[in-house]
């Protein structure tokens, strides 16, 4: 059966997801029937979701989960000859990459100077001290952290054409944007195939084509922060990115009993505790939304509104440390609250 909603499920938590399925069904509504058809891959270290409506649903499906593939290989950090990977091992030489690299990287430094640098792709080897390449993880020092620092710099990345250089000792990863674009190539892969009705959801990241078969929106649930097996709200979109950054996404309990989590301040090189716990970016193009959600995250509260403030062509969700949900002013009306936290709207003004 058609589920009225999508979950955003976390990575490793999306139980109800078969691993490689692939399905299809027919479904009634209420200006005629129409066949959707799914599937469920785990690629990108994260269960995905692919559903299509309509006669040419199955051949796009196909094409679309070919496509995820072969991102994945171009765009993985540790696959070795991926893009990235021949970027961050090139030792101060140009290399010559995709396409789709080089509008990632464009688009990082475009969000990167609308946040003052709080989305900064070089952060890796910070990461990597961390123990989140490996899980492998540790505290590291300020000192540790401060040497690291010193080579991360974005403004330093160097594009021309479709040459990319990197100084020495410089590494870059695209976790923060990867999927947002990967969604948006879904999206367009249908699109070709004829198809005006589709939904995906990346580990909880879900963009949506066109609307429901019926004419209705897209019922969209947001996660609970405090209890991330439970939404917190429902969203209605039509042809839109929804598209989360947390800091239950990915984290991991030091041996002084604090959470420490996936997305870092370039500032001092620590997980970014800048008084929200998540945000959701509601925008229409996925590769935009999740520069934004991971930027908007390490700028935290209410820093964030001022950006939303300079260029509100997006609407967003924060979740603050102190349990108080905040909302654009776009989404009055396709906002709903389920969670006991209160809610208060953002507006322009
Ligand atoms: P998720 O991958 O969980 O959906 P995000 O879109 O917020 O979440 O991306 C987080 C990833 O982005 C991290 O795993 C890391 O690879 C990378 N990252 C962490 N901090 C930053 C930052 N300040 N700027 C850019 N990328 C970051
Ligand atoms: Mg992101």
Same mark, same amino acid.
């Given at each position: 059966?058609?589920?009225?909603?999508?979950?955003?499920?976390?990575?490793?938590?999306?139980?109800?997801?078969?691993?490689?399925?692939?399905?299809?069904?027919?479904?009634?509504?209420?200006?005629?029937?129409?066949?959707?058809?799914?599937?469920?891959?785990?690629?990108?270290?994260?269960?995905?979701?692919?559903?299509?409506?309509?006669?040419?649903?199955?051949?796009?499906?196909?094409?679309?989960?070919?496509?995820?593939?072969?991102?994945?290989?171009?765009?993985?950090?540790?696959?070795?000859?991926?893009?990235?990977?021949?970027?961050?091992?090139?030792?101060?030489?140009?290399?010559?990459?995709?396409?789709?690299?080089?509008?990632?990287?464009?688009?990082?430094?475009?969000? @990167?100077?609308?946040?003052?640098?709080?989305?900064?792709?070089?952060?890796?080897? *910070?990461?990597?001290?961390?123990?989140?390449?490996?899980?492998?993880?540790?505290?590291?020092?300020?000192?540790?952290?401060?040497?690291?620092?010193?080579?991360?710099?974005?403004?330093?990345?160097?594009?021309?054409?479709?040459?990319?250089?990197?100084?020495?000792?410089?590494?870059?990863?695209?976790?923060?944007?990867?999927?947002?674009?990967?969604?948006?190539?879904?999206?367009?892969?249908?699109?070709?195939?004829?198809?005006?009705?589709?939904?995906?959801?990346?580990?909880?990241?879900?963009?949506?084509?066109?609307?429901?078969?019926?004419?209705?929106?897209?019922?969209?649930?947001?996660?609970?922060?405090?209890?991330?097996?439970?939404?917190?709200?429902?969203?209605?979109?039509?042809?839109?990115?929804?598209?989360?950054?947390?800091?239950?996404?990915?984290?991991?309990?030091?041996?002084?009993?604090?959470?420490?989590?996936?997305?870092?301040?370039?500032?001092?090189?620590?997980?970014?505790?800048?008084?929200? *716990?998540? *945000?959701?970016?509601?925008?229409? @193009?996925?590769?935009?939304?999740?520069?934004?959600?991971?930027?908007?995250? *390490?700028?935290?509260?209410?820093?964030?509104?001022?950006?939303?403030?300079?260029?509100?062509?997006?609407?967003?969700?924060?979740?603050?440390?102190?349990?108080?949900?905040?909302?654009?002013?776009?989404?009055?009306?396709?906002?709903?609250?389920?969670?006991?936290?209160?809610?208060?709207?953002?507006?322009?003004?």
């Amino acid at each position: 059966m058609f589920r009225n909603y999508i979950k955003m499920a976390a990575c490793g938590t999306a139980a109800a997801i078969l691993l490689t399925g692939c399905g299809k069904e027919s479904s009634s509504s209420g200006s005629g029937s129409e066949s959707s058809s799914n599937r469920d891959i785990f690629a990108m270290d994260t269960f995905m979701t692919l559903k299509a409506y309509g006669d040419n649903a199955d051949e796009a499906l196909d094409d679309a989960v070919e496509r995820v593939y072969s991102l994945e290989e171009t765009l993985s950090v540790t696959a070795e000859n991926s893009d990235i990977w021949r970027i961050d091992h090139a030792s101060g030489k140009a290399t010559e990459v995709s396409d789709d690299t080089i509008t990632i990287l464009k688009k990082a430094e475009e969000i @990167s100077e609308e946040t003052s640098g709080a989305l900064n792709i070089c952060l890796y080897p *910070v990461l990597s001290a961390w123990g989140f390449t490996t899980g492998e993880y540790r505290i590291p020092s300020d000192e540790e952290l401060d040497g690291l620092l010193k080579n991360t710099d974005s403004s330093r990345i160097s594009v021309s054409g479709n040459t990319v250089t990197l100084p020495e000792d410089y590494q870059i990863d695209l976790g923060a944007l990867a999927k947002g674009y990967t969604s948006d190539t879904i999206v367009e892969v249908m699109r070709e195939h004829g198809v005006d009705s589709a939904i995906v959801s990346l580990g909880g990241n879900v963009q949506a084509l066109g609307k429901k078969p019926d004419g209705s929106l897209w019922k969209v649930a947001v996660r609970d922060p405090f209890a991330p097996d439970t939404d917190m709200c429902v969203v209605e979109v039509g042809e839109k990115a929804v598209i989360t950054s947390g800091n239950y996404e990915r984290f991991f309990t030091g041996e002084d009993g604090k959470n420490y989590w996936h997305i870092m301040d370039g500032k001092d090189g620590h997980p970014a505790d800048n008084g929200v *716990v998540s *945000v959701t970016i509601i925008g229409d @193009s996925g590769l935009e939304s999740d520069a934004l959600s991971t930027a908007l995250f *390490v700028k935290g509260y209410p820093e964030a509104c001022d950006v939303w403030r300079n260029d509100p062509d997006f609407d967003m969700i924060l979740v603050t440390d102190d349990k108080k949900i905040y909302y654009t002013e776009g989404l009055e009306g396709s906002f709903q609250n389920i969670s006991s936290m209160p809610a208060e709207v953002i507006s322009l003004a």
